[in-house]
């Protein structure tokens, strides 16, 4: 079952002719397929480190609730490693596609600085190194709201705005400073809850549209153990 939005044959970057790797393994609803790497023990360390990020992250209350959305859909998610031959300088990304995957995920997981020089970025622009676990959540949101037709059913600035707010639950919840915002992405000091309120009133109408377009995932999300949580607070005020 497909959507009614445009899929791509290619993601941002990606290489024509690029043949598929070989080799490939597959956790929960996610197919890991290390394209484009040529030396089988690199190829199957980068199955391993992504393996192990998709399991942690899983164990987590907010990952779950995105990881259990996404195998809900039953539509195929692949995973492989990010080709950054384009100038968005994305840390990772995700695309609807045409074919056997109905999204895929390009993630590679390098560490905070190291990643930024991979990416050719400027190293001061943000304050925050996120770690690899943060950047696939950022993804897993895209995806989530991918596989069940609502990628894009708000404006581009809240669906970035929405994966960075799930991906600060995720922070919080395993004792990570939360960041400001899309555009920022500076560290939030100091008192989480008053953050999260705050955040919460400024973003009302991406929550709500998010939990109207994604009514179980929001439910489960508002469940997790995160000090950080503007729809456990628009659950409790609204619903
Ligand atoms: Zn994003």
Known sequence: MGCFN???????????????????????????????????????????????????????????????AIRDARRPVLIFPLEQVDDTQAYAW??????????????????????????????????????????LVHELVHAARD???????????????LAVMIANMFSVEINRLPVTNYDEMDNVTGDISGFSRKYYKENFEMIEAFYRQNKTLAQQLSYSKSIFNPLRLYMDENI
């Open 147 to 161: 596989v069940t037709c609502n990628y894009h059913r708000v404006d581009d600035d809240d669906e970035e705005e």
């Open 6 to 68: 445009s899929a791509y044959m290619m993601g941002p970057g990606e290489r024509l002719f690029e043949q598929a790797a070989s080799i490939q393994a597959v956790v929960g609803p996610f197919t890991v397929r290390p394209d484009g790497v040529k030396d089988d023990r690199e190829a199957s360390r980068y199955i391993a480190q992504v393996m192990g990020i998709v399991r942690m992250v899983e164990t987590t209350t907010t990952g779950n609730a995105l990881i259990t």
């Open 94 to 135: 995700t695309s609807p596609r045409m074919g056997l995957f109905a999204v895929a995920i390009s993630f590679t997981p390098l560490f905070g600085q190291r990643l930024r020089k991979f990416l050719g970025d400027d190293e001061n622009k943000f304050e925050r190194v996120f770690i690899p676990q943060e950047v």
